[in-house]
């Protein structure tokens, strides 16, 4: 049952344009659970700033995401949507968690390690990250934040610092968050059949189209079997793909046909293009006139903004009294 009273919070980070993993992993959850609650959902553009500095493309990627949302089905109306930056309690809670937080809690961050192991400066944004995250979730008292399951500890890590923060100054400060981990998403795989990802490169970006969609597609790494062998689609990086986008019988039909073998993978791939083609067809359409009118893109997220702004400074502003951190504005 939809329990407005109940506050759903997620962030997504605009590092690079979104792909169909991020799409089945994330957005698609976002927009459906609009419905479930007041929804707040924002572009995590501090971040981003952990690993992207050119702020022409910052600036692109925050606004080309708010575009994908609204063009993909986010209806602005029924959820608060804006960007992080235009919600500076959040970096100022930040801060205040971070001098509650031991050393050592961050030194457990995997996350941390994975994006040094992967070539990542190890600067001290990346290493608090958890910390302004959790900071994004606390500020609004969300109750559900809906992530993927590498979101996992990082969740762990916020209600860990809303604990502190409340046994320090004070119960009723912060509210401990419940994660909601869509675990029955399968990680979408990439062209490569590795987790897709724009770190791996092996990405299908949501609003590819043509030639170098095609390209992507025509490029999913399969076995060497020959036509007419017959071919196994469980272990299928394109059959994998199918599943996303096919009705059922579609996909029972495309099953018998690897099977019976006759069926190339050229043509799996072709049929693959098709369902993608269809899926996102209007959301590509409605992107383009999106495009055309910017400054609406930027006026809901003011809007969104105002909203955010709201909630958080009622938040906030117990802390700063609680903490004996003065204003004289
Ligand atoms: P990337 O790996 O491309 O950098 P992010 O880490 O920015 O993607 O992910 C943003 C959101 O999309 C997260 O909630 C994550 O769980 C989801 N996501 C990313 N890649 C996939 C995938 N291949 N399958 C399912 N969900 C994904
Ligand atoms: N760390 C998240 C990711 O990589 C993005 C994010 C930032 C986030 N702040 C958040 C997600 C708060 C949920 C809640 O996908």
Known sequence: MSDKTKTILSGI???GRLHI?????????HINMTQEGDAFY?????HALTSLRDGELLEQYTLDIAMDYLALGLDPESCTFFAQSDVPQVTELSWILGTLCPVSLMEKGVAYKDKVAQGLQPNIGLFT???LQAADILIYHSDVVPVGADQKQNLEFSRDLAQKLNNQFGEDLLKQPEPHIVEEVAVVPGIDGRKMSKSYNNHILIFDEGKPLKKKVMSVVTDSAELEDPKDPDTCNVFKLLKLFATKEKLSD????YRAGGYGYGHAKKELLGEINDYFGEARERRKELEKSPDTIRDILKEGGRKARARAESVMEPIRKATGIIRTH
């Open 13 to 15: 980070t605009p590092s």
């Open 21 to 29: 993993g991020n799409y089945f992993g994330a957005i698609r959850q």
């Open 42 to 46: 924002f572009i995590a553009n501090y």
């Open 129 to 131: 990250y958890p910390i």
């Open 254 to 257: 495309i099953a018998d046909k």
